[in-house]
């Protein structure tokens, strides 16, 4: 079975703070995501990336960089945390043929 | 791009009875799946159907790919039925996903 883990379920930080996510998965998946997830806003594609070191912004890029210096780990950094950035975030990774996607648990970020 | 488009947005039944839910996408795509948004917010993954039909228990999917659309049954729903279906769709294969605004199912004792 796919299995795509997220460093944290919850977490409560200071507007202003360095914040990182962090994505791991185990199915050698060449392709991985970064969403958030907002009443009434849907998901909104933030970063993916099709390879180690590669990276391609999505719809709402702004305020957000991404790295992945390995294949099975793709992070999300908020370089500066606002308020604004209160939200669900979910990690997906891709395989091919098939084309599935599974998606890991997400993290529920505030803050404050 | 593609536009995704799902319905009805919400949807209310009670334990047992059946329900269909419907995507329809603006363009052929190569992938389409269908994801349970539990309680928790992990999005599960139902079926991976971009043509044919599948079922897997009480689920069961059909996409017509030539008409753009999806079809997800659910047959004697039960109570942790409930919770959001979000259909997912791509034509570039390595590339991102458009989600369709989902369905909210709640589904009463």
């Known amino acids: 079975d796919v299995k795509v883990t997220q460093s944290s379920r919850y977490l409560v930080k200071r507007t202003g703070e360095k914040v990182f996510l962090e994505c791991v998965q185990d199915?050698?998946?060449?392709?991985m995501f970064w969403y958030r997830q907002d009443p009434g806003l849907g998901l909104r594609l933030i970063y993916f990336?099709?390879?180690?070191?590669?990276?391609e912004k999505g719809d709402i890029p702004e305020g957000y960089s991404v790295s992945r210096e390995k294949k099975e780990r793709f992070s999300l950094i908020l370089e500066s945390a606002s308020t604004n950035q209160t939200s669900m975030y979910l990690c997906?990774?891709?395989?091919?043929?098939?084309?599935?996607?599974?998606f890991g648990p997400g993290t529920r970020l505030t803050v404050t | 791009g593609i536009q995704v488009e799902q319905s009805p947005p919400d949807l209310i039944l009670q334990e047992g009875a059946n329900s269909t839910l419907r995507c329809n996408f603006s363009?052929?795509?190569?992938?389409l799946q269908w994801f349970h948004q539990n309680p928790w917010g992990q999005l599960i993954n139902l079926f991976y159907?971009?043509?044919g039909t599948k079922q897997n228990g009480r689920l069961s999917a059909t996409t017509v790919a030539t008409e753009r659309y999806s079809l997800l049954y659910i047959s004697s729903s039960q109570t942790t039925d409930s919770g959001v279906y979000f259909c997912?769709?791509?034509?570039?294969?390595?590339?991102?996903?458009?989600f369709g605004d989902g369905t909210t199912l709640t589904v009463k004792p």
């Open positions: 997906a990774s891709k395989g091919s043929s098939p084309y599935e996607q599974y």
């Open positions: 997912a769709v791509d034509n570039t294969n390595a590339g991102k996903s458009t």
């Open positions: 363009d052929s795509v190569n992938n």
């Open positions: 199915m050698d998946h060449e392709n």
């Open positions: 990336s099709y390879d180690v070191k590669m990276k």
């Open positions: 159907i971009p043509s």
